[in-house]
C-alpha cells in the first residue's frame, strides 16, 4: 500500500487523482498494466508523453489519443471526444479500454459522482479498473523513475529531478508554470482589455528571465549540460507559441523565432536532436484543437497555415555566438527584473 496519508481521491468531489506508481504502492510497476489517456494538442498531456518516449515507455504504457476538437459547450460539456475509428482523424484513436464516445465516461467509470474536469493527460489501472492520476505535473515529477526496475540501465539513469539540481528547478518550475506555461492561457482566456493587458505582461517577462538562464548557462538545456523537468515543462509551451499562442491567444509583443534567439535556438535542439520530442509533437492537432475548439475567440473556426516552417532547423551548439534577445517593453522589463 501507498505510504502516503493523503486520499488518491475524494470520491464525488472536484479533486483529481493522485496516485503514484511505486514498488511499494497499491501501483506497483507493471508491463502492460497502466493505460495513458491524452490530447495531442495539450500542452500537459504532451509532457506526460515526452516522458513516455524518453523513458522508453511506449511499450510498457499504451495510449489512448482524443480527436483535437469540438470540446463541447461554453462549459466544456461533453468534452472531448474519441474518433469511432482510428482512420477519422490522423493520429487520434479509438478509447482501446472502453470504446468510450467521451472522455468523460472514462472519468465516470472511475467515479460516478465526480465534479471535476474531464481533463487529459489521464493515466488509468487496468487491474483495478480506475483512475491513478490526472495531475500532469504529479506525474511529470514521479513517472521518469516509475518504471527504472523493467527498463535497460542506460534509459534508468535518465533522471529528470537530480537531487543536485532541485531547488533551481522547483525555484524556476514555480514562476515559470505561473507565467508561462498557464500564464498564455491567462493571457488568452481574458474577458477584458484590462485583464488581457495585465495577464500578457508576465508570459513576455518569464521568456525573457528564461532567454538569460539559458544563455548564462550555456546550453543546450535550460540549466546547462542536464536535461531537466524545466525542458519539458519549457517544450510542452514553446513548441506552441509561434504556432499558436501569439496569435490566437494575442501573445504578440514577441516570438521566439524572433526576438528570443537564444530560446528559438534551445527549441531547435529539442525538437531535432531529442526524439522524444519531434515524436510527440503533432502541429495538425495543435494547431486544429486550439483555432477549432474556442468559439468566443475564433468564431469561424479557421486555422491558419503559419507559421512556416513550423519549427526552424539549424542548431547553433555554441551558445555564446548567439544575441541574448527578449522583449524591450518597459512593463515587461520590470516583470522581469521581480523574477
Not at 504504457?61 to 470540446?71: A, T
Request: proline letters at 7%; one cysteine or more.
Amino acid at each position: 500500500m501507498s505510504t502516503s496519508t493523503a486520499p488518491i481521491h475524494q470520491p464525488g468531489t472536484a479533486d483529481g487523482w493522485h496516485g503514484v506508481i511505486r514498488p511499494d504502492s497499491e501501483y506497483p510497476p507493471e508491463k502492460g498494466r497502466y493505460h495513458l489517456y491524452i490530447g495531442l494538442f495539450c500542452p500537459f498531456a504532451h509532457r506526460a508523453n515526452i516522458v513516455r518516449h524518453l523513458k522508453g515507455l511506449t511499450d510498457i504504457i499504451d495510449i489512448s489519443i482524443v480527436c483535437p476538437y469540438p470540446k463541447g459547450d461554453s462549459k466544456g460539456w461533453p468534452g472531448w471526444r474519441f474518433p469511432k475509428t482510428d482512420d477519422e482523424y490522423p493520429n487520434a484513436t479509438v478509447d482501446k479500454l472502453f470504446g468510450s464516445e467521451y472522455m468523460h465516461e472514462v472519468y465516470f467509470k472511475a467515479d460516478k459522482e465526480y465534479k471535476g474536469r474531464y481533463s487529459v493527460p489521464l493515466l488509468w489501472d487496468t487491474k483495478t479498473n480506475t483512475a491513478v492520476n490526472n495531475e500532469s505535473a504529479e506525474l511529470l515529477r514521479w513517472l521518469p523513475t516509475a518504471f527504472n526496475s523493467l527498463i535497460s540501465p542506460e534509459l534508468a539513469k535518465i533522471d529528470l529531478y537530480p537531487q543536485h539540481l532541485r531547488s533551481q528547478i522547483d525555484s524556476i518550475s514555480e514562476w515559470m508554470q505561473r507565467d508561462l506555461n498557464t500564464g498564455v492561457y491567462k493571457a488568452g482566456f481574458a474577458n477584458s482589455q484590462e485583464e488581457y493587458d495585465k495577464n500578457v505582461i508576465p508570459v513576455f517577462g518569464s521568456l525573457n528571465k528564461l532567454e538569460e538562464i539559458v544563455a548564462n548557462n550555456g546550453g543546450p538545456f535550460v540549466l546547462g549540460k542536464e536535461l531537466t523537468e524545466l525542458d519539458i515543462r519549457l517544450y510542452a509551451t514553446l513548441i506552441r507559441f509561434d504556432t499558436v499562442y501569439v496569435q490566437h491567444f494575442k501573445c504578440n509583443l514577441g516570438t521566439i523565432r524572433h526576438d528570443y534567439p537564444v530560446l528559438n535556438n534551445w527549441l531547435k535542439h529539442m525538437y531535432w536532436n531529442i526524439p522524444a520530442c519531434k515524436e510527440t509533437t503533432d502541429f495538425k492537432h495543435i494547431k486544429e484543437n486550439y483555432t477549432k475548439s474556442h468559439y468566443d475567440i475564433n468564431p469561424k473556426a479557421i486555422t491558419p497555415m503559419g507559421p512556416f516552417p513550423d519549427v526552424e532547423e539549424g542548431v547553433e551548439t555554441d551558445i555564446s555566438k548567439l544575441r541574448i534577445g527578449g522583449v524591450k517593453l518597459s512593463a515587461v522589463l520590470e516583470y522581469q527584473a521581480k523574477l
